[in-house]
């Protein structure tokens, strides 16, 4: 089974910036999308920023411009760079991986990513 392994979360003053990344174990991908969707409290899990195996990007349009997603395909690992970071980003932030030939979806842990002053 995949393991998802995410890091880079944390606490960090409005108009800061973090870097999330994940790492997920076993086969290298061939097709697949990867990224990250974020759930705050009483609120649903919404799509932040994906990535496909082509490199085509799917951004929230709520970080459209401040969030950068990217990939390293021979590590099976996307990096999210969050940047002029605001009190409404707060949410866990779950990493995601979609195998499109299997139809197979993995989700890690989850990491707390809170803004605030």
């Known amino acids: 089974q995949v393991q998802l392994v995410e890091s880079g979360g944390g606490l960090v003053q409005p108009g800061g910036s973090l870097r999330l990344s994940c790492a997920a174990s076993?086969?290298?991908?061939?097709?697949?999308?990867m990224g990250w969707y974020r759930q705050a409290p009483g609120k649903k899990r919404e799509l932040v920023a994906v990535?496909?195996?082509?490199?085509?990007?799917t951004y929230a349009d709520s970080v459209q411009g401040r969030f950068t997603i990217s990939k390293d395909n021979a590590k099976n690992t996307v990096v999210l760079l969050m940047k002029s970071l605001k009190p409404e980003d707060t949410a866990v932030y779950y990493c995601?991986?979609?195998?499109?030939?299997?139809?197979?979806?993995?989700w890690g842990q989850g990491t707390q990513v809170t803004v605030s002053s």
């Open positions: 990535i496909n195996s082509g490199g085509s990007t």
């Open positions: 076993g086969s290298i991908f061939r097709f697949f999308i």
């Open positions: 995601n991986v979609y195998l499109t030939l299997s139809e197979d979806d993995y």
